[in-house]
């Protein structure tokens, strides 16, 4: 796309792959909003219109959302999906830390799937830009004491130590790897997000505001020496939008706003409307307290074992100047975010 280059509302579709996931159900609203005339997003039953009713009932949705069926591990029918579209923001991919059959319910999925697309949109001339939602996974499963920036790499992650932030890291290196070998006529963006909350569009609970759900209903042990870089939902869409829009937008973008440990999260969620005696209330953010999490982490499932022992002790810090310099993105008070995550959670019967 040249430097001159804009996205015309009234031209070709664009296409959202995984349209019914938490951050692209966003990111297909914030499409429409903007006047983008056609918006397909593909589901994996597309004649199930009761299960994405939430979809099809978006402001402005009536004859300009476009659900098709598609399948990561169906090629042929990511060909459908993309064909005459002008850009591809390809959301969909597995995300749960624990599962018996990491290879199958994750890598293949999301390695597979990412060059499912690409080869799709190399058989399409109108593709001009695919736009990518990594993760953090994919620059890091392990902070430490440096600035984590889009140089970053996540070098460590294995089918048996956090399998999920292996398939992101795979994934993406899968894109990466194609446009050097290919040289497609369209440009590949990255937005790499962390810990992602906000409201739901849908009544699916996401792996991260789960994260939030699980601490107000006291299925923590104790206030954990954990930290997590957060960012609002909305502020991810965006983010993806602005990456297809400026034509200036190359590589990846680091996607996070403010770090906040266990014990500064749990204090913003007393300062709400709460339940209060389900909050953790035992101090566990000790060398002491790390032991003993670390050692009742052996008797977790895999993936939280391998997330815990990895984590614990650690807090994530990063630089988030390019997103927010290049994309021009102006992070919403995450104070704000907290509150409309509670508030949605409640809404839709998760606590």
């Not at 369209?186 to 009544?203: A, D, L, Q, R, T």
């Not at 869409?237 to 906040?260: K, V």
């Amino acid at each position: 796309m040249s430097e001159n280059a804009e996205f015309d509302a009234n031209a070709t579709p664009i296409c959202v792959t995984g349209a019914s996931g938490f951050i692209a159900a966003h990111l297909t609203a914030q499409l429409l909003e903007c006047g983008y005339t056609t918006v397909r997003g593909t589901v994996r039953n597309a004649d199930d219109a009761q299960r994405y009713a939430y979809l099809t009932s978006l402001p402005q949705a009536n004859g300009r959302l476009e659900l098709v069926a598609a399948d990561l591990l169906d090629w042929p029918s990511l060909d459908r999906a993309v064909s005459g579209c002008r850009c591809v923001f390809h959301t969909a991919s597995p995300y749960v830390l624990d599962t018996k059959h990491p290879q199958t319910d994750l890598v293949d999925p999301a390695v597979q799937g990412t060059l499912g697309i690409l080869e799709a949109c190399l058989k399409s001339p109108s593709v001009q830009r695919v736009v990518i939602t990594s993760s953090m996974a994919a620059i890091t499963d392990q902070p430490g004491d440096d600035v984590l920036t889009e140089a970053d790499w996540n070098k460590r992650s294995s089918l048996t130590r956090n399998p999920y932030y292996y398939s992101k890291t795979l994934a993406e290196r899968a894109a990466w790897d194609f446009v050097e070998q290919h040289s497609p006529n369209f440009e590949v963006v990255v937005i790499n997000p962390f810990m992602v909350i906000g409201p739901s569009h849908g009544p699916g609970l996401n792996t991260s505001n789960a994260v939030i759900a699980e601490i107000i209903q006291g299925k923590m042990p104790g206030i954990l020496s954990l930290a997590w870089g957060f960012v609002d939902v909305r502020d991810v869409a965006l983010a993806h939008i602005r990456a297809m829009q400026n034509p200036r937008a190359a590589g990846r973008y680091l996607c996070a706003h403010e770090t906040w440990t266990m014990a500064e999260l749990v204090s913003r969620l007393k300062s709400l409307e709460l339940d209060q005696h389900h909050l953790p209330s035992m101090n566990l953010d000790h060398a002491a307290g790390r032991l003993l999490v670390r050692l009742l982490s052996y008797f977790q499932p895999p993936g939280r074992r391998s997330y815990l022992q990895t984590n614990l002790g650690r807090i994530p810090k990063f630089d988030n100047s390019k997103i927010k310099t290049e994309l021009g993105i102006e992070f919403r008070p995450l104070e704000d975010t907290l509150r409309d995550t509670v508030e949605d959670l409640q809404r839709w019967g998760h606590i």
